[in-house]
């Protein structure tokens, strides 16, 4: 009896310092979050990309001069865009190409609240999956719960945007020039529908970008919330 009792003291204290052992990995000050408190890190995160990196978006050359995000022409249009610059009008197929980045830069300038409402209501079902997956996983999650949504938002700003800085009158002027050319197939892109999906993808790059900057360097998690959550996945 006395053996047995010994035996199982033995296995009790192998058992506990097998747990104390575990406990001790544990990132200290993670104990207690639960999914919701994960969900706001990550949220957090998204919209520290909204304010560091797709602001950036809205500025002169925001998608223009940024290589990450340029808007170029649609494959329907690239064929215009050669045969401009082969009959010697280069400077109209440059206005063309820098005017849709324009209307992007416009309509992100407006539309950026949008952004921040989609990120303060997308529900994480599952924060912690998320949080352990790869350096975009937010960024990932959040442009397949909303990007139906943003678009239908998105495309109408997109439209005005392009009234408002030319870009339609200046299309016109090219296609209306490209189809009167002998010898071509007449084209009628829906610029609005291409450049508003095009913008969008930019966004979501840029959100992601500062997602995996929180991810990699410590330094870059600037609150308690985002110390405490993100150091969750450096021990994983």
Do not use: H
């Not at 919701?36 to 990309?49: H, K, P, S, V, Y």
Request: hydrophobic share 40%.
């Amino acid at each position: 009896m006395k053996k047995l009792l010994l035996c199982f003291l033995v296995l009790q204290l192998a058992g506990c310092a097998e747990l104390q052992q575990v406990v001790n990995q544990l990132p200290k000050g993670t104990t207690g979050i639960g999914n919701e408190q994960i969900a706001q890190g990550l949220r957090e995160a998204l919209n520290m990309g909204i304010d560091k990196q797709v602001n950036k978006l809205a500025l002169e050359n925001g998608f223009f001069r940024n290589e990450l995000v340029k808007i170029l022409l649609p494959e329907e249009l690239q064929k215009v865009d050669k045969t401009l610059r082969d009959i010697g009008l280069s400077s109209l197929a440059d206005e063309g190409l820098k005017i849709i980045n324009r209307a992007a830069e416009d309509a992100v300038s407006e539309a950026t609240p949008i952004f921040v409402d989609a990120v303060k209501g997308i529900t994480f079902n599952d924060a912690k999956q998320i949080l352990l997956g790869n350096d975009n996983a937010a960024t990932q999650y959040l442009q397949q719960a909303t990007k139906t949504q943003l678009y239908n938002k998105f495309n109408p700003i997109i439209k005005n945007s392009f009234k408002k800085v030319g870009a339609d009158q200046i299309w016109s002027n090219i296609i209306t020039k490209y189809n009167n050319l002998p010898l071509t197939n007449d084209v009628n892109p829906d610029l609005t529908d291409y450049t508003t999906n095009e913008a969008l993808e930019g966004v979501y790059t840029m959100i992601s970008i500062e997602e995996k900057e929180i991810r990699t360097k410590v330094s870059s998690r600037t609150t308690d919330l985002l110390k405490k959550v993100f150091s969750l996945q450096d021990k994983s």
